[in-house]
């Protein structure tokens, strides 16, 4: 009965963490006027969850946020408009390849061009449980990124089938989003990630 109990309040807690992290990463995306805080906070929430995951006990949530959001703050925003610049140029490409007139050799550059920006799209789920989790130069991130989403193939699928869930139950039960839609998205992609990063003492250069 006592296991039956302990096994309930870890689980609340971890909801009401859930719960905490959901509203913080939304205000403090917004306090940045979303451009300068959406970066930073996605990355204080990956290293919250990164904490709680390696450590399995409770841990100051707020004080943690707070301190990776400011310690973060102009690195993230630097590697997340790294990110948005490589999505930007693959978008025009691809809209300047559809306007090729050889019609084999627009289906051929097309077809190369989707299967880049999908590794492209797949990439990003790693790259900020990277960032948080290694200190390392801004360009090894994507470059790491793509190893690991290419090379730990059932990793990568787990964690997809994961956020489809989630999003499949966000969309019929849309309060779900604001209460713990981004939180628990961004836990699953931290587990699973988790799972294929090596120590942090490793490398991966």
């Known amino acids: 009965m006592m296991d039956m109990s302990r096994w309930y309040l870890r689980l609340g807690t971890w909801l009401f963490n859930l719960f905490l992290l959901n509203l913080l990463w ?18 204080a929430l990956f290293a919250v969850h990164r904490r709680s995951i ?7 949530v707020l004080k943690l946020f707070l301190i990776n959001y400011r310690k973060e ?7 997340g408009y790294l990110l948005v610049f490589i999505g930007a140029v693959l978008y025009i490409d691809f809209r300047v390849v559809q306007l090729i007139s050889d019609k084999q050799l627009q289906s051929i550059l097309v077809n190369i061009t989707v299967v880049i920006m999908v590794v492209y799209g797949i990439t990003l789920l790693y790259v900020f ?12 991130y994507p470059k790491n990124a793509i190893i690991l989403a290419v090379g730990r193939p059932m990793r990568t699928l787990i964690m997809l089938l994961g956020l489809l869930l989630v999003i499949y139950f966000c969309f019929y039960i849309t309060a ?10 961004s836990y699953i992609i931290m587990w699973t990630a988790l799972k294929s990063l090596p120590k942090k003492t490793d490398s991966m250069d």
């Open 129 to 140: 449980p990277l960032f948080v989790h290694f200190d390392q130069k801004l360009s090894q």
């Open 176 to 185: 779900l989003i604001p209460v713990i839609g981004i939180s628990l998205s």
């Open 73 to 79: 703050f102009f690195k993230a925003n630097l590697l």
């Open 54 to 60: 390696m450590e399995d006990n409770d841990i100051p």
């Open 26 to 43: 939304i205000f403090f995306t917004f306090a940045g006027f979303i451009v300068l805080g959406i970066f930073p906070a996605t990355a």
